[in-house]
């Protein structure tokens, strides 16, 4: 390989790293990472890695390089590289129509360009909803406790991680929090779980008034706020809750979504039916920026006969939602998924992953509770069995630190929930082989013993 020190010296010098320490490059060098093939990636020093997070956050389903993708992306942008999205594309036409293909119940694809900015919209359809048809009433939105929807100010006032809104108030008005489900660290002491945790929903909707609220956002599994697996029943209570109120159902797929969990979207292992769905990291797996805020036709209607009053279309536009790379990309990521028997993989590989987990759980005392749906598992760490108080920040970070020096790439909640960064996360590609399972937690368990004896 070439000299890249060069590379490392101009990355260190003009790129503000995101979520990382200012202080830490004192001391090191930044991480550089030049080259990906499946699951394994090499950095600027010739270090190779196996990726268990899937470019870092929960991203590349597919695996790293894949030359039919860039193909793909290649032949469109000579073709045609981008038109606004007040017209159509090939790429966006046709991602659109086998998108909705695996979503029974939708109909209608708004591109743009991240999750938060997907999020967003969803946001804003649901306050024109408001004053378009209930006279400015229905504008407030309820979010949960330990979800994340995203980085922008409106999507940071529904975050459930404080610490990612810490200094960036004061937040716009009518974004309300609702308790989370995490049953392992119950709230209730009642059997039946899921149904108590959404009863909690519904209280805050009679609190605030139920012809006050719109929609209501939730991840169909908790992702960074701690890989959290919802309860048995949770789910239908909370469709009913949202049918009793008439308010619209926002399924935020960012991370579920396009496989992650073993089935096309996270919702559909719970017979959701929403009328909003978000999704954009696995939507093309990190080779073009691509978002989609996915709607029902009865949705999209309530847009659409407004007497002329500059109200009868969604007055919103995204300037790189006409880029045709994404869905270029989508497209033929999607294929992969299809003809790689991608979800299938997923399923079994994910079953491999928590009986590896809860076997080292036998070994480690340190593991409190193991949980995940697919390619997508969590390992709570905490410092007492019976108390559950949670592990030392530091030590769960030193659980990361000791695998990165193995080789092995995983991921832990950090910053984002005051107290409760504990959880260690695996979310490799739906590519993952045995051995490549095998080796991420074989990976874990060295650095629990060294870490916590
Ligand atoms: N929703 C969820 C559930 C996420 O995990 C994320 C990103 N971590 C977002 C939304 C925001 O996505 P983006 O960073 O693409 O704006």
């Known amino acids: 390989m070439n000299d890249l020190s060069p590379v490392i010296a101009a990355d260190k010098a003009h790129v503000w790293h995101h979520l990382s320490q200012h202080k830490q490059y004192e001391t090191i060098d930044p991480r550089v990472f030049v080259e990906g093939k499946g699951m394994r990636l090499w950095d600027a020093t010739g270090r190779e890695f196996l990726d268990g997070v899937s470019g870092g956050v929960w991203t590349v389903n597919v695996g790293y390089g894949r030359e039919s993708i860039a193909n793909a992306v290649r032949d469109q942008l000579i073709k045609l590289n981008y038109y606004a999205g007040a017209a159509g594309t090939v790429p966006g036409a046709l991602f659109a129509e086998k998108l909705i293909t695996?979503?029974?119940?939708?109909?209608?694809?708004?591109?743009?360009?991240?999750?938060?900015?997907?999020?967003?919209?969803?946001?804003?359809?649901?306050?024109?909803?408001?004053?378009?048809?209930?006279?400015?009433?229905?504008?407030?939105?309820?979010?949960?406790?330990?979800?994340?929807h995203g980085t922008t100010i409106a999507t940071l006032a529904t975050s459930g991680q404080d610490q990612?809104?810490?200094?960036?108030?004061?937040?716009?008005?009518?974004?309300?929090?609702?308790?989370?489900?995490?049953?392992?660290?119950?709230?209730?002491?009642?059997?039946?779980?899921?149904?108590?945790?959404?009863?909690?929903?519904?209280?805050?909707?009679?609190?605030?008034?139920?012809?006050?609220?719109?929609?209501?956002?939730?991840?169909?599994?908790?992702?960074?706020?701690?890989?959290?697996?919802?309860?048995?029943?949770?789910?239908?209570?909370?469709?009913?809750?949202?049918?009793?109120?008439?308010?619209?159902?926002?399924?935020?797929?960012?991370?579920?979504?396009?496989?992650?969990?073993?089935?096309?979207?996270?919702?559909?292992?719970?017979?959701?039916?929403?009328?909003?769905?978000?999704?954009?990291?696995?939507?093309?797996?990190?080779?073009?920026?691509?978002?989609?805020?996915?709607?029902?036709?009865?949705v999209f209607d309530m847009f659409k006969d407004a007497p002329e009053d500059g109200m009868s279309f969604f007055r919103d536009i995204s300037t790189f939602g006409g880029c045709t790379s994404g869905p270029a990309a989508a497209l033929e990521n999607m294929r992969i998924i299809e003809d790689e028997g991608l979800l299938a993989n997923t399923v079994a590989m994910g079953e491999r992953t928590l009986a590896n987990l809860n076997a080292l759980a036998e070994k480690h005392k340190v593991i409190g509770d193991v949980r995940g749906k697919g390619l997508f598992c969590g390992a709570e760490l905490v410092a007492d069995r019976a108390t559950k108080e949670p592990a030392d920040e530091k030590k769960v970070q030193a659980v990361v630190a000791d695998c990165l020096a193995q080789g092995v790439i995983i991921g832990a909640t950090n910053r984002s929930i005051p107290g409760f960064n504990n959880t260690l996360c695996l979310s490799p590609a739906l590519i993952s082989t045995a051995d490549d399972i095998d080796t991420l937690t074989n990976a874990i368990d060295g650095a629990l013993t060294r870490v916590f004896g």
């Open 164 to 298: 990612r809104a810490l200094a960036y108030g004061p937040f716009p008005e009518g974004f309300i929090r609702v308790p989370h489900c995490l049953e392992y660290r119950k709230q209730w002491d009642v059997e039946n779980y899921g149904e108590r945790a959404a009863d909690a929903i519904e209280e805050v909707i009679l609190r605030e008034g139920p012809d006050t609220i719109g929609a209501i956002v939730l991840e169909p599994v908790t992702a960074g706020g701690g890989v959290i697996t919802p309860p048995t029943g949770y789910w239908q209570r909370v469709q009913e809750i949202c049918r009793k109120y008439d308010i619209l159902l926002h399924i935020d797929e960012v991370v579920c979504g396009l496989g992650r969990t073993g089935t096309w979207f996270g919702y559909q292992h719970y017979g959701i039916e929403p009328d909003f769905v978000t999704m954009a990291k696995g939507v093309a797996s990190g080779y073009a920026a691509i978002s989609c805020t996915v709607t029902t036709e009865r």
């Open 102 to 148: 695996k979503m029974p119940g939708m109909s209608r694809v708004y591109y743009s360009n991240s999750g938060s900015e997907a999020n967003e919209k969803v946001y804003k359809m649901v306050r024109q909803i408001s004053a378009r048809h209930y006279g400015g009433k229905k504008w407030k939105i309820l979010y949960r406790d330990r979800d994340y």
